[in-house]
Every structure is written in C-alpha cells, then in structure tokens.
C-alpha cells in the first residue's frame, strides 16, 4: 500500500500552500507509529499507536528550510519517542498534535505510510519495538514526485 494523505491535507494543500507549512515546528507536528492492520486511507481511525515521535528535547518535529528533488528532509536533530509503548510496528502518520486518531476528512491533515525493513514507506531496522525503550528515527524525508 503506497502512502495516503488526507482529505483535510489535500485541498490545505491546493488552498494555503506548501507541505512544510502545514508539518512544521509551529503546527505541533508528531509521527506516529501504530500496530496492526493498515487503515485503507489517511481519513480512516488509526490503531494501536506504539510511538510518539518528537524532535530535539521533545520539541515538535520540523523539516529543512527548502526541498530538493521533490524531497523534504526533518530538520538535523534527534527524532524519538525516549519511552516507547511497543509492538511490532506496522504504518505510521505525520499529524498534528490535536489530531484524535479517529475517522475524519474534515479536521485533521495525516500523511500515512507502511513500515517495514525493506520496500516500505518509512524502511526501520527491525518493526519490533521495546517496551520502554527509545525509538529513534535517524532519517525521514517526505516526497512528491513530478512527472
């Protein structure tokens, strides 16, 4: 399953601008990490989340000044959850803090991808995360791809 993005995302998109504004410092940007069965869509309610993923001394999650080649890449700094849940993860979402997890195409902007250690979305060194452990995200770019 490729990447989805949410209704409420999409027209944000064609209507205030750019990717970065909406998923940056000041939005309260998070990246979730969830077990279970993959939601169809970005609209659909999420599952079990597992991680909560913030950026340098828990701060909200922010990306470069400009992208390149259709990439985005987060911010230089650490991303991590420093106590995780834990589970075996499979998909994650970009949202903001206020975002309830539920069913929505109104309110909240999601970008949502498949975890896995190779051919996924978002590719981690093992989907097994440790309870109470620290989950650190090294690298993570987001991408549009012109034609």
């Known amino acids: 399953m490729a990447q989805s993005m949410s209704t409420k995302l999409c027209n ?3 209507t205030v601008g750019s990717l970065k504004a909406i998923f940056n410092a000041a939005a309260d940007t998070e990246l979730r990490i969830y077990s279970g069965t993959v939601p169809t869509g970005a609209n659909e309610a999420a599952g079990t989340k597992i991680a909560t993923v ?3 001394s828990a701060a909200y999650l922010s990306f470069a000044s400009t ?3 259709g990439v985005l890449a ?3 700094g650490t991303w991590q959850d420093p106590s ?3 589970g075996v993860a499979s998909y994650y979402r970009l949202v903001q803090h206020a975002d309830t997890d539920a069913l929505d195409t109104t309110t909240y902007q999601r970008i949502q991808g ?6 996924a979305d978002m ?6 995360i440790v309870a109470s452990a620290a989950f650190t995200v090294n690298t993570f ?3 549009i791809f012109p034609s």
């Open 12 to 14: 944000d998109l064609l």
């Open 54 to 56: 913030l950026g340098p």
């Open 67 to 69: 992208a390149s080649a």
């Open 74 to 76: 987060k911010e230089s």
């Open 84 to 86: 995780a849940v834990g």
């Open 114 to 119: 498949t975890i896995g250690v190779g051919g």
């Open 123 to 128: 590719n981690v060194g093992t989907t097994t």
């Open 141 to 143: 770019t987001q991408s």
